[in-house]
DNA sequence: GTTGAGCGTT
């Protein structure tokens, strides 16, 4: 019967939320119910969960329809092991809509006065002897915040793990098609991503006259004996000074071309990198 | 199959 959740937020005004906290990602608000029922009318349970992966997000929401009830789930429920593990029962402190609770009540609408950041402070007196120190938020926070507001189009890079819950994104799936529909527009010619090209601001490809007679600007440059390729670049040696360096001083934008240096041999500019340096 | 601080849905 989980038809806790499923049609939206009931009339939280008139209820009491508990915040349950460290329930199995597994745990449903059908394993709750039973437990909570016990001490009060529940009304409604609610497990927030990941939009994207429709993973549980550890943490459930249990509404009352009488205070009283409610704390004495707190009471009795704050420390009990279910499904293994160790859950925390504590009234809810902000509503769906941010709006400030009180012993699960909502006492506010809307905190209009705080612009954005309704979690004022966290634990004042929960943190008795559960070892409840400030850690830092990090993995759910992030996985959080990025579904809530960087929408389901980022790269979720580290976010492969998904329960038995959601097979779909196990393995295969999941985002990598993401990936692959993203890049698949800009994949022309670079196959093999370990090498970059050499020269990623301008297509190295030479435009005009790269080979004249049919030679390759390396076969030329070896064929001619001196100034190899290498040696047109330096790369970070440009103090080079005995190399020779080009007569032409618009090498930089002649990628393709052939230059002349001072020894009077002609070479091919084969990339423009290498000639920028040499000016 | 995995995670583990936290506050919310047709």
Same mark, same amino acid.
């Given at each position: 019967m989980s038809h806790f959740g499923r049609s939206g937020?009931?009339? *939280?005004?008139?209820t009491y939320s508990l915040l349950v906290l460290n *329930?199995?990602?597994?745990? @449903?608000a059908d394993d709750l119910f039973p437990l909570f029922d016990k001490y009060g009318k529940v009304v409604d349970i609610f497990i927030p969960k990941d939009?994207? @992966?429709?993973? =549980?997000?550890g943490f459930a929401f249990v509404r009352y329809k009488y205070a009283d009830e409610a704390q004495k789930a707190v009471d009795r429920l704050d420390g009990r092991v279910v499904d293994g593990r160790e859950i925390t029962v504590q009234f809810a402190?902000?509503?769906?809509?941010?709006e400030r609770i009180h012993k699960g009540r909502i *006492?506010?609408?809307?905190?209009? =006065? &705080?612009?954005?950041? $309704?979690?004022? &402070?966290?634990r004042d007196d929960y943190s008795r002897d559960r070892g409840?120190?400030?850690?830092? &938020? /990090?993995r759910s926070y992030d996985r959080y915040e990025r579904d809530r507001y960087?929408?389901?189009?980022?790269?979720?890079?580290?976010?492969s793990r998904s329960r038995s819950a959601s $097979?779909?994104? /196990?393995?295969?799936?999941g985002r990598g098609c993401y990936d692959d529909d993203r890049r698949s527009s800009s994949r /022309?010619? =670079?196959? =093999?991503?370990a090498r970059r090209s050499p020269s990623p601001r301008r297509?190295?490809?030479?435009?005009?006259?790269?080979?004249?007679?049919?030679?390759s600007p390396y076969r030329r440059s070896r064929d001619g004996g001196s100034p190899s390729p290498r040696s047109v670049s330096p790369r970070g040696h440009?103090?080079?000074?005995r190399s020779p360096s080009p007569r032409n001083s618009d090498v930089d934008q002649c990628s393709g071309e052939r230059v002349t240096w001072a020894n009077g041999h002609d070479v091919d500019v084969v990339a423009v990198d290498a000639v920028c340096i040499c000016r």
């Open positions: 937020p009931p009339d *939280i005004t008139d *329930i199995t990602f597994r745990t @449903t939009r994207r @992966t429709g993973d =549980s997000r402190k902000y509503g769906p809509n941010a *006492i506010e609408p809307v905190p209009r =006065s &705080r612009s954005r950041s $309704p979690r004022r &402070r966290h409840y120190r400030r850690r830092s &938020r /990090s960087r929408g389901k189009d980022r790269d979720y890079r580290r976010r $097979p779909d994104y /196990s393995k295969g799936r /022309s010619l =670079s196959a =093999s991503p297509s190295l490809t030479p435009r005009k006259a790269s080979s004249p007679r049919g030679e440009p103090a080079d000074s």
